[in-house]
């Protein structure tokens, strides 16, 4: 009868609380938006799904290790805490997919009209005002967010799943489940989120703008561009160079084409693997005591109002650049200067498509859209020097 | 407090906008003086257009060509 007792107190029955169903339930809610609505389904679907096994009462996948006083380990804790704690909390796994981003991305369009750049810096402006907006809801007394906390929630707008990732573990690991579902879900909303801020902010005749077609740019070029980028970085911006310094690494694979199995182990394989363990360990933080407060629904708004500004911000200063450029730009390709390569390209494209079916502005739209991944890396490397130290 | 966390979010926005757009700026810079110097000084080798070789009509010898007429001939002639 005792065993019994035993068996059904360690029960997951016995043991369920409130807060650990609904977070199932909300690990199941992921999983719903990954398989049936097809919201970026490779983060959600591990994400989702260590959330669930994460909040299975008495399972104990997140429990860390305990040695005994000798020294002795007496439990060796569970898996999830491994993943989190090797890849996660040392910074490695966003950082190997940023290397494996870096081997995807090709610098062509960028190097071909380096002006747009200038449109990947625009966008990250949402990234800045949403702190703003958190230390305000803060100061207001409304929500309680510290400034590394704010920093953490910003990254949001620079719609780069590694880089928010990176930034929040490194500023406010508790914060982490909610930003990465934040940054992620609304990755995959940018079609919806954005057409409606670039239809209102241009025009008829500025939407039907055809560009100029790119030059073709040289391997050499493509070769030294990512030394280049690595080289400005060491001189002017170190607390970035963790993150651009990967990408570069993958970038010269890929384009110096003497190392061709490793690119393309880096790009498919590898990136493959660390983005279902980077799943677990980001469902591994969804734990009800961390999500189920005001805060994370705070994240949600703040985070769709960095899209939004930062999609604006974009859009006008590719306006700004059309009326002072001696070559026409359609101010559509501004709104790709968020990054989340490559769907707001494809976005900037399906848009001009619709004013002049004759405008093919998804090359033009690459260029802002890598320049955006940059802008961001940038953004984060300062946020980390100027915060950490709070 | 609430003012100093104000105030840093305030030096944070400067600092952070300043940060990425002189980033980016000195970045075009770099790479328009990159690619200026690489077209003027290392352009690369152009490929010579690589002719389409045409049937190698003329290669034939007169003398084998006649050969291979004549023999054609008969054969139709049969």
Redesign the interface.
Known sequence: MEQMLKLWSESGLAQIEAGTVVMMAVGFTLLFLAIRKGFEPLLLVPIGFGTILVNIPGAGFEAAPIYDAVGHLESPGGLMYYIYNVGIASGMFPLIIFMGVGAMTDFGP??AN??T??L??AA??G???T??G???L??L?ILDF??RD??SIGIIGGADGPTAIFVTSKLSPDLLGAVAVAAYSYMALVPIIQPPIMRALTTEAERKIEMVQLRPV????KI??PM??LG?VAM??PSAAPLLGMFCFGNLMRECGVVDRLSDTTQNALINIVTIFLGLAVGSKMSADKFLNWETLGILTLGALAFCIGTAAGVLMAKLMNRFSDTPINPLIGSAGVSAVPMAARVSNKIGLEANPQNFLLMHAMGPNV?GV??SA??AG??IS??SG? | M??D??Q??????L???G??????????G???L??WV??RF???PVQPAVAVQMAPVAVVEPRIQAVIQAAIDKHRGK
């Open positions: 960028l190097l380096p002006k750049l200038l990947g810096a990250q402006v990234i800045f005002v702190v703003m958190a230390v305000g803060s100061s007394g510290s400034i704010a920093a040289s391997t050499r070029e030294v561009f280049l980028l400005l002017l911006l320049a940059i802008g940038v953004a300062v946020m100027m915060v709070y | 609430e003012v966390l104000f840093q979010g305030v030096d944070l926005m600092f952070g906008m940060t990425v757009f002189t980033f980016l700026i000195s970045l075009v770099a790479i328009y990159m690619s690489i077209s290392f352009p690369e």
